[in-house]
């Protein structure tokens, strides 16, 4: 039986995750399916220190978009929590997360926001 509220879409972008179990650390992935309430990233490794996100963990991601020429870059910066964490045999870990807000934010000049655990990543946490 499919469980799913909304129409998952095949989509491979670069994102970064960040969650304030870690503090300044950031895990790297891309995107391999979302849906408008849903996200499935792959991790591309664990963070030495933090290892990977478990389930219930609250975490700040940002999905690289694509550029476009009338505007300069951007990313979508979401508040999720984390579903479900999962490994395949090669190692690779995947991680579920369900989408609670988002926004959309502008790209430094150099193409990557800093992301960190400061006080804007707090208060799209909370």
Not at 58 to 82: R, S, W, Y
Not at 112 to 124: M, N, P, V, W, Y
Request: overall charge positive.
């Amino acid at each position: 039986m499919d469980r799913r509220r909304n129409t998952r879409l095949d989509i491979n972008l670069p994102c970064r995750l960040n969650s304030p179990r870690l503090g300044s650390g950031t895990w790297r992935g891309v995107t391999e399916k979302i849906s408008r309430g849903d996200v499935v990233v792959a991790l591309s490794a664990a963070l030495e220190n933090g290892g990977l996100p478990e389930a219930g963990d609250p975490v700040l991601l940002e999905i690289d978009l694509p550029a476009n020429h009338a505007f300069g870059p951007k990313c979508m910066q979401c508040q999720t929590t984390v579903i479900r964490v999962t490994q395949d045999e090669a190692g690779r870990s995947s991680v579920v997360m369900r989408i609670h807000k988002m926004r959309f934010q502008s790209l430094a000049p150099g193409g990557e926001k800093r992301l960190d655990s400061g006080d804007g990543a707090q208060q799209l946490l909370m």
